[in-house]
């Protein structure tokens, strides 16, 4: 699967950014680079890298995704997370658009390291409407 365009993590062109990690090129070094496309993964519905990225003791059977048009994301905190880490926070806003209604998903989200791969593991969040 080929990606162009920029990517939606705001990281630049999606080939160069997050596109390897979606194609299994690559795995994500630290924890804010998985939560990034995790996003991505979202804004572009790929499901099955949503799923694969989820530690298996808090993932669901499966990931369903909805018509919600993800429009930016903004990191406003990481807590560890590093290549030397095991465990890792990051808290963001990812704006997005449903119908006419926009909004922010604000989300502390907790990710583990797995053997060599980051996982994400859970997260408090809240949508605060536009």
């Given at each position: 699967?080929?990606?162009?365009?920029?990517?939606?993590?705001?990281?630049?062109?999606?080939?160069?950014?997050?596109?390897?990690?979606?194609?299994?090129?690559?795995?994500?070094?630290?924890?804010?680079?998985?939560?990034?496309?995790?996003?991505?993964?979202?804004?572009?519905?790929?499901?099955?890298?949503?799923?694969?990225?989820?530690?298996?003791?808090?993932?669901?059977?499966?990931?369903?995704?909805?018509?919600?048009?993800?429009?930016?994301?903004?990191?406003?905190?990481?807590?560890d997370?590093?290549?030397?880490?095991?465990?890792?926070?990051?808290?963001?806003?990812?704006?997005?658009?449903?119908?006419?209604?926009?909004?922010?998903?604000?989300?502390?989200s907790?990710?583990?390291?797995?053997?060599?791969?980051?996982?994400?593991?859970?997260?408090?969040?809240?949508?605060?409407?536009?």
């Amino acid at each position: 699967m080929t990606q162009q365009g920029d990517c939606p993590c705001g990281g630049g062109p999606v080939a160069e950014c997050c596109g390897p990690f979606h194609a299994g090129e690559a795995e994500a070094p630290t924890a804010e680079a998985l939560m990034r496309s995790r996003y991505s993964a979202f804004a572009l519905g790929l499901g099955d890298y949503l799923w694969r990225t989820w530690h298996p003791r808090t993932r669901p059977e499966r990931v369903t995704l909805d018509d919600t048009v993800w429009t930016s994301l903004e990191i406003l905190d990481i807590v560890d997370g590093s290549e030397r880490d095991q465990v890792g926070v990051v808290e963001f806003d990812a704006h997005f658009r449903q119908g006419r209604q926009r909004g922010t998903l604000h989300e502390r989200s907790r990710f583990e390291r797995r053997g060599r791969r980051w996982l994400y593991l859970d997260g408090e969040h809240h949508v605060d409407p536009a």
